[in-house]
């Protein structure tokens, strides 16, 4: 579950009345109940960006993808066209790669998985391209798996968090200082 930036409303991951996972967002009072997806691939991973959430799911290869989707249910579609594996499964151990986090500017997104080789690695994404770029190498000793953004002053900090409940930062400037 995934608080709206402006804090009026939340998405989520549940079942629809034909038992298939989707995406539903929700006022936080309680009303306004929409379901933004309609596929039959369970989806995990949400992140509410600016203007778009994104989640993991399954691509019609079969691979994990990052797939947008507007608030309002329009536009959903996979984030970067290509036949990479965009995260893991839910069910593998350890579980939990991807885990998609906007940039606070919305202009781009990062998330982890692994490289052809089953090494760690981060990937940014810039929205306007939709096209990944490496990011960095993450120590296959340090678990990271979960990252977030947060903006501070003139810098965009990008946090990783690992299964030992540590954390390691990247600091940038942000764009348009």
């Given at each position: 579950m995934?608080?709206?930036?402006d804090?009026?409303q939340?998405?989520?991951?549940?079942y629809?009345?034909a038992?298939l996972?989707?995406?539903f967002v929700?006022?936080?009072?309680g009303t306004g109940?929409?379901?933004?997806?309609?596929?039959?691939?369970k989806?995990?991973?949400?992140?509410w960006g600016?203007?778009?959430i994104a989640?993991?799911?399954y691509?019609?290869?079969g691979?994990?993808k990052i797939?947008v989707?507007?608030?309002d249910?329009t536009?959903?579609?996979?984030l970067?066209?290509?036949?990479?594996r965009?995260g893991?499964?839910?069910?593998?151990?350890?579980?939990?790669w991807a885990?998609?986090s906007?940039?606070?500017?919305?202009?781009?997104?990062?998330?982890?998985?692994?490289?052809?080789?089953a090494?760690?690695k981060?990937?940014?994404v810039i929205?306007?391209v939709?096209?990944?770029?490496?990011?960095?190498?993450l120590?296959?000793g340090?678990g990271a798996r979960y990252?977030a953004?947060?903006?501070i002053?003139l810098?965009?900090?990008l946090?990783?968090i690992?299964?030992?409940?540590s954390?390691s930062?990247?600091k940038?400037?942000?764009a348009?200082?």
């Amino acid at each position: 579950m995934v608080l709206s930036p402006d804090g009026t409303q939340l998405a989520y991951g549940a079942y629809d009345e034909a038992r298939l996972q989707q995406v539903f967002v929700i006022n936080t009072d309680g009303t306004g109940k929409k379901q933004l997806t309609e596929d039959p691939n369970k989806k995990w991973e949400l992140a509410w960006g600016k203007d778009k959430i994104a989640y993991v799911s399954y691509g019609k290869d079969g691979l994990e993808k990052i797939f947008v989707v507007n608030p309002d249910g329009t536009g959903n579609a996979q984030l970067i066209p290509d036949n990479t594996r965009q995260g893991n499964a839910g069910s593998d151990k350890p579980p939990a790669w991807a885990a998609p986090s906007w940039s606070p500017d919305g202009k781009s997104l990062v998330y982890t998985s692994l490289d052809e080789q089953a090494n760690p690695k981060m990937y940014r994404v810039i929205r306007t391209v939709q096209e990944r770029v490496w990011y960095m190498t993450l120590n296959s000793g340090s678990g990271a798996r979960y990252s977030a953004w947060t903006a501070i002053n003139l810098y965009m900090y990008l946090i990783l968090i690992n299964l030992k409940k540590s954390f390691s930062y990247w600091k940038e400037m942000s764009a348009g200082r």
